[in-house]
């Protein structure tokens, strides 16, 4: 049994695609490990929304030669492979500049490995096409051995590529323009991931709510629409989705966070800047107010929502004020987690090339009054939370002899001790403590029944006032 190692980098999209890699080569009778000093194949799925994570790839190339050469020395062959969207962006350039790497496949691609492997035998390859055809009709059928291996939770792709086109992002170029999933395979697949015991499904893509598939009935649906027929869908108990765009984010949508209690109270809604003129120089298609009262109606519907956003600093040309918007924005909204990165320019995105550039040490002091007054608002939510009860879902052991390992319905860790608990129960807890990255939880008596909502809080409010976010459960 030949063996594969599959490192991914970036985002949800990438560990989504590096299952349905290993789903890809099962036929080919390679089992996944999780030891590269082991693996036959070793393939990097890559991300190139960030510089460092480019140059991550390359120095992990590094240590990959120096492994491929030790078990050349002891007989054993490596073939290397870099996927996903550095191998998109630069292709042949890896080539050139890794000696160690056999084959650059696309995030298109990838569905083609097994004959991109065979090619590979006889020369170094790089196949970065964007085909024709469906890649998604090209690959296995989930194998509900290898689901349940996975977990009790699931990513589901829905939607890839992006029509944006924010002049700091290279989603565009790398993922190509936004294609949509018919409902029918989408809704197969998750079926498939329910009936192997998966609880929770977040549905994803790279602007998830743009979703626009075909229905069954010809007609074409949007997220709203997609999100209420797989809560039909027996055994799934939870739905997430991820990432959204605040020009996608229609009243349907909204309505469904009302309506679905399968649909989890937790949105990430990036807004990347609080200054206007930021805005529109990034090319995102509306303003920080927009932003603030399409929070607004989606509290109205929504009262126990937690907020996630992502936030770029130093943006080319952004001034000292411009980013004391953005703090007034974080202020304004209060999140209860967030991402956040210092601007670094992408080959090829209209941005790289503006004259402005913020200088690193500005970009550097400017991170860290953002970061600090968003991690601030993330403990004031989790310490608001201990005393209340909320529902688990278990997931997995944890660290400790007797702990058992979660998530809330806000996307918190959740530790829970000394519970008779299995992965996949929802458990009505009470939380006792909060600590720097997990709240920690009393046992519960009994497993929480998925199809009684009545034990789940009734609102949860944010309310701020001078930057300090109050999270209250009632």
């Known amino acids: ?46 991300c190139h929304i960030r510089e460092k994570a480019a140059e991550k790839v390359y120095s992990e190339l590094g240590r990959v030669r120096v492994m491929k050469q030790e078990r050349a020395a002891a007989g054993r062959e490596t073939t290397v492979v870099v996927a996903g969207c550095v191998a998109q962006a630069e292709g042949a350039e890896i080539l050139k500049r890794a000696q ?17 492997l065979r090619a590979a035998e006889r020369g170094r390859v790089v196949d970065t096409e964007f085909p024709i055809e469906d890649k998604f009709d090209a690959l296995p059928a989930l194998d509900a051995r290898r689901v349940r291996a996975r977990g009790v939770t699931a990513f589901l792709t829905v939607q890839e590529g992006c029509d944006k086109f924010c002049s700091f992002c290279v989603v565009p170029y790398t993922r190509g323009a936004e294609v949509s999933r018919p409902v029918a395979k989408v809704l197969g697949e998750a079926r498939a991931l329910a009936e192997a015991g998966v609880r929770e499904i977040t549905v994803i893509g790279q602007n998830v709510n743009a979703y626009h598939g075909e229905g069954p009935d010809g007609r074409t649906w949007g997220l709203a629409r997609l999100l209420h027929a797989l809560a039909e869908i027996e055994g799934l108990a939870r739905l997430r989705y991820t990432t959204s765009h605040p020009r996608d984010m229609g009243d349907d949508l909204i309505a469904a966070h009302r309506d679905l209690p399968q649909l989890m109270p937790y949105l990430h809604l990036p807004v990347q800047a609080g200054s206007d003129r930021v805005l529109a120089a990034m090319n995102r298609k509306h303003t920080a107010d927009e932003y603030r009262r399409i929070v607004d109606r989606v509290r109205d519907a929504r009262p126990d929502i937690a907020l996630s956003s992502d936030f770029i600093v130093g943006f080319p040309g952004e001034t000292d004020g411009e980013f004391g918007e953005t703090m007034r924005l974080v202020a304004d909204v209060g999140f209860a987690s967030a991402f956040s ?28 009054r953002l970061q600090a007054a968003l991690e601030e608002q993330r403990r004031a939510f989790n310490r608001a939370t201990v005393g209340r009860v909320a529902e688990v879902l278990v997931e997995k052991p944890g660290r400790h002899p007797g702990q058992l390992a979660g998530k809330s319905p806000w996307l918190q860790a959740v530790v829970i001790e000394g519970a008779r608990l299995a992965p996949g129960d929802i458990a009505t807890v009470r939380i006792d403590r909060a600590g720097s990255n997990s709240l920690f939880a009393e046992a519960p008596g009994v497993p929480f029944d998925a199809t009684n909502t009545s034990a789940a809080p009734s609102s949860v409010s944010t309310n701020v006032f001078a930057g300090e976010a109050a999270f209250a459960v009632d």
């Not at 949800?12 to 299952?19: F, R, S």
């Not at 160690?100 to 991109?116: C, H, K, M, N, T």
């Open 100 to 116: 160690v790497v056999d084959a650059v496949v696309g995030p298109q691609s990838y569905q083609r490995l097994p004959e991109i």
């Open 1 to 46: 049994m030949k063996k594969v190692y599959v490192k991914s980098y970036g985002c949800q999209m990438n560990v989504y695609d590096a299952e349905r890699m290993t789903d890809v080569l099962a036929p080919e009778g390679y089992a996944q490990t999780d030891v590269p000093e082991e693996a036959d194949l070793v393939v990097l799925n890559t």
């Open 341 to 368: 990165f210092k601007y670094s320019p992408r080959p090829g995105t209209p941005a790289a090339d503006e004259a402005e550039q913020v200088p690193e040490a500005v970009k550097v002091e400017r991170l860290a």
